[in-house]
């Protein structure tokens, strides 16, 4: 069965240090790519996403993910955090099917200090 | 534009009690609908998907159901709460028709946070 696994739960960062929250995910079929974020009493929204091409793809505020289909990774990055960024994070995937199903991973809290 | 609600937003339910939670979208036609459960630590779990009226398909065993009556409405029911039915309900739509090519992305609503106690 597939499977998403974020390998980080809670991360805590000073301001203007740099991020990376790693996905990873198990299938060996075609997938489509996301990252979501959910503020603080907000929706849960879509960051970025990955469905063919570029494999480095480049979202909302300064987000960036790279896809390496080799080793079935879905990192999110950003060079400098602000405290604004301080939300939950979850990476997603879905088959290239027509249900459009998405997979979560267990997400990512980030708290950033100011 | 495309809308999507939920509701109620919170709900506190007795063991044993029954549940409906509705979501319903405005401004598309035959969208995909879902429904998941957010769980602290756990991320978000599919419980249903639908791609058409009537068509329910069951990610995993559980005491809920869902059923979806009219094209643009998705509701999750239970005969009866079990503690462990607690937790916070997202329902979710996406265009049909767009998954084989790969360009599914989904629309989550504002969320209904359950409390069975």
């Known amino acids: 069965a597939q499977s998403v696994s974020q390998h980080n739960h809670h991360v805590i960062l000073s301001e203007a240090a740099s991020l990376e929250l790693g996905c990873n995910y198990s299938?060996?079929?075609?997938?489509?790519l996301f990252w979501y974020v959910q503020y603080p009493g907000q929706h849960l929204q879509l960051l970025l996403k990955y469905f063919s091409g570029d494999p480095l793809v480049k979202g909302i505020k300064g987000f960036e993910a790279e896809f390496i289909k080799s080793k079935f990774s879905f990192n999110l990055r950003k060079p400098s955090v602000q405290w604004s960024d301080t939300a939950e994070y979850f990476c997603?995937?879905?088959?290239?099917?027509?249900?459009?199903?998405?997979?979560f991973g267990q997400g990512t809290t980030l708290q950033v200090k100011p | 534009s495309q809308t999507i609600h939920q509701w109620p937003a919170t709900l506190v339910q007795p063991v044993g009690s029954p549940l409906s939670l509705e979501c319903t979208v405005e401004?598309?036609?035959?969208?995909?609908l879902y429904w998941y459960r957010q769980a602290a630590g756990r991320g978000l779990q599919l419980l249903f998907y639908s791609v058409g009226i009537g068509q329910i398909s069951s990610e995993v065993p559980q005491n809920l159901s869902a059923s979806r009556p009219q094209d643009r409405q998705f509701i999750l029911s239970s005969k009866k709460l079990l503690l462990s039915d607690s937790g916070f309900y997202l329902c979710?739509?996406?265009?049909?028709?767009?998954?084989?090519?790969?360009?599914?992305?989904?629309?989550f609503g504002a969320g209904s946070r359950l409390t069975v106690l």
């Open positions: 299938y060996g079929g075609t997938v489509n």
């Open positions: 997603a995937v879905s088959l290239r099917s027509n249900t459009g199903k998405l997979i």
């Open positions: 401004g598309t036609s035959n969208p995909n």
């Open positions: 979710a739509w996406s265009p049909q028709g767009q998954g084989i090519s790969g360009a599914n992305v989904l629309t």
